[in-house]
């Protein structure tokens, strides 16, 4: 038995090590290897999983989303259940991102236009990952610059930590030697929530809009067919 479980430990360190490799040597330019990694073991293995309908689908067995506590914009505390009954977009970052967080952010905003009438059954949600900086005044100027409709959250570190453990999110702090500023490193999905709090959907960088809309729209539809 021992054996048995000595061999399946390689085998997994194998594997593992397989796909680390496949997502370094295949990356594309400015894709963290977070993300290549969470993208091409989605790839691999994500036969068996729910169809993508124009997102990511999820490993079978993996389940992203679940409990959390946050701050708003307005300096609540919220939690998944103020969220309960609809769907949301959530996108993890933070305001200094210098590039690929508003990108995002308006592509995100884009595909909420895009929905018409669907979107009053959605609603987006920004997570920072640096709540040092991103309190809730300032998320709500930046959340607004994006979106009426958008939430901005953040919360204690452990807080923030916990959330972005129930997503997978991979994010660390980047000291610049030549200033006393610092920079994110943050993995970069878009994540689409069910009324049940748990991921239906990931949609991965620079994603066109109107393919998130339709996606979206699968899913709501996927869900009235099964009572969801």
């Given at each position: 038995?021992?054996?048995?479980?000595?061999?399946?430990?390689?085998?997994?360190?194998?594997?593992?090590?397989?796909?680390?490799?496949?997502?370094?040597?295949?990356?594309?330019?400015?894709?963290?290897?977070?993300?290549?990694?969470?993208?091409?073991?989605?790839?691999?293995?994500?036969?068996?999983?729910?169809?993508?309908?124009?997102?990511?689908?999820?490993?079978?067995?993996?389940?992203?989303?679940?409990?959390?506590?946050?701050?708003?914009?307005?300096?609540?505390?919220?939690s998944?259940?103020?969220?309960?009954?609809?769907?949301?977009?959530?996108?993890?970052?933070?305001?200094?991102?210098?590039?690929?967080?508003?990108?995002?952010?308006?592509?995100?905003?884009?595909?909420?236009?895009?929905?018409?009438?669907?979107?009053?059954?959605v609603?987006?949600?920004?997570?920072?990952?640096?709540?040092?900086?991103?309190?809730?005044?300032?998320?709500?100027?930046?959340?607004?610059?994006?979106?009426?409709?958008?939430?901005?959250?953040?919360?204690?570190?452990?807080?923030?930590?916990?959330?972005?453990?129930?997503?997978?999110?991979?994010?660390?702090?980047?000291?610049?030697?030549?200033?006393?500023?610092?920079?994110m490193?943050?993995?970069?999905?878009?994540?689409?929530?069910?009324?049940?709090?748990?991921?239906?959907a990931?949609?991965?960088?620079?994603m066109?809009?109107?393919?998130?809309?339709?996606?979206?729209?699968?899913?709501?539809?996927?869900?009235?067919?099964?009572?969801?």
């Open positions: 038995m021992l054996r048995i479980v000595r061999a399946v430990a390689l085998l997994l360190i194998a594997v593992l090590g397989a796909v680390w490799a496949y997502a370094w040597a295949t990356r594309t330019p400015g894709e963290s290897l977070a993300d290549a990694m969470a993208s091409r073991f989605a790839t691999v293995f994500g036969g068996g999983g729910a169809p993508a309908l124009g997102g990511l689908s999820l490993p079978q067995g993996l389940s992203l989303g679940g409990p959390f506590t946050l701050v708003d914009q307005a300096g609540r505390t919220v998944e259940k103020d969220f309960a009954g609809r769907w949301m977009l959530v996108y993890f970052g933070y305001a200094y991102c210098p590039d690929v967080c508003p990108t995002e952010l308006g592509v995100m905003a884009h595909a909420m236009d895009l929905l018409g009438a669907r979107a009053d059954r609603v987006p949600v920004f997570i920072t990952v640096d709540p040092a900086r991103d309190t809730p005044a300032a998320l709500a100027d930046y959340v607004g610059r994006f979106h009426p409709r958008m939430q901005g959250l953040t919360g204690t570190p452990d807080q923030v930590a916990a959330a972005a453990r129930q997503y997978r999110v991979y994010f660390s702090k980047v000291e610049n030697r030549d200033t006393t500023g610092y920079l490193d943050h993995s970069s999905f878009i994540y689409l929530v069910g009324p049940d709090g748990k991921v239906r990931l949609f991965r960088p620079e066109k809009p109107e393919d998130i809309a339709g996606a979206v729209t699968a899913r709501m539809a996927e869900a009235r067919g099964g009572n969801g």
